[in-house]
């Protein structure tokens, strides 16, 4: 812990000023002086979010010696009230609504390093420029800088989603429910592949203008996670995009269902020269051919699978049988 000069003793023992930085954001926390040195104040200045300058903050101590301040921050989508927890040399600002999602980390520096007028300038730049962007209202979903969908907000109408990809695809642009999460917007569509109605969801994060797509309430490494880009498609890359999606989703389909019905296949002959019905196995089976009806007949050698889809959809186009 390195300090320009000696800390003072603010609000329950929390010691500044203190001055943090990590992940792309830096922040400054100090207390008041005179009549008001109960008083904290938090600078926090990130790449699209911040305060104003140095902002009022709530303390409160935990046990452990470990401090929570919440204070008023700028997105792109206006004001909201920022959480941020320190605890020794270092803190720790979560910004996802799931536990343990999106945390910004941040550590200790030396105040030198700390040019909290020239911070301020650059974020309020950046915060303006991020509140066009999102008043725009245009993004393109990006997944390892490929683009791979596209969301339009349109105010107070319902947003518009595109997305496309080897994993999902919309037939078309859909409308999308749109509901607020702490700092994530969580968006609800139609999309392929379904197998009971099931519709889909992204959670928009506003500060990072990123998006998830879960799997449940908590975060697993599974998920697919993406960037939102300023930007629209026009109908030249939207059609590539499809394409693009459909030819991949093939691909790996197809090497999914011949790998899995050769499986099956195998497990399917009896002793008598026979082949097991579908409808025996298939409470072991079924779990692995979602979408799909299945049938089996006996040839020499074993087991032919014969696969087609239930309702053909985006990733369920196998048609065929598969030999053993």
């Not at 206006?78 to 999106?102: C, F, K, N, S």
């Not at 037939?171 to 139609?190: K, M, Q």
Request: hydrophobic share 40%; charged share 25%; proline share 6%.
């Amino acid at each position: 812990m390195w300090w320009l000069f000696a800390c003072t003793g603010g609000p329950a023992g929390l010691k500044t000023p203190l001055f943090l930085e990590g992940d792309g954001v830096v922040a400054e926390v100090r207390s008041g002086s005179g009549w008001d040195r109960d008083e904290i104040r938090v600078g926090l200045w990130g790449p699209r979010f911040g305060t104003r300058g140095h902002t009022l903050a709530n303390l409160t101590e935990e046990e452990g010696g470990s401090f929570w301040l919440h204070f008023r921050v700028e997105t792109g989508l206006g004001e909201a009230i920022a959480a941020m927890r320190i605890q020794g040399d270092g803190a720790v600002l979560p910004l996802g609504a799931r536990p343990g999602e999106t945390e910004i980390h941040l550590s200790a520096v030396q105040a030198t390093s700390v040019d909290s007028t020239s911070l301020s300038e650059a974020t309020d730049a950046a915060v303006t420029a991020e509140q066009q962007r999102w008043a725009d209202g245009a993004f393109l979903i990006q997944s390892d800088e490929e683009t791979v969908g596209e969301i339009l907000f349109r105010g107070d109408n319902a947003p518009v989603v595109t997305v496309a990809d080897a994993w999902w695809k919309t037939p078309r642009p859909v409308e999308a429910a749109l509901a607020s999460d702490g700092a994530e917007l969580v968006l609800s569509f139609d999309v392929e592949p379904s197998f009971q109605g099931e519709g889909a969801q992204l959670r928009v994060n506003v500060p990072m203008r990123s998006a998830v797509a879960p799997l449940g309430d908590v975060p697993v490494p599974e998920e697919r996670r993406f960037s939102l880009l300023p930007g629209r498609l026009n109908d030249e890359e939207r059609h590539t995009m499809n394409q693009k999606a459909i030819l991949a989703a093939d691909a790996m389909e197809k090497q999914y269902v011949e790998d899995m019905a050769r499986r099956l296949g195998a497990s399917a002959v009896r002793p008598e020269g026979t082949c097991a019905s579908w409808g025996a196995l298939e409470s072991e089976w079924g779990i692995m051919f979602p979408g799909y009806a299945i049938e089996l007949r006996f040839v020499d050698g074993g087991c032919v699978v014969g696969v087609e889809p239930s309702v053909l959809q985006h990733g369920r186009r196998f048609r065929g049988e598969v030999e053993p």
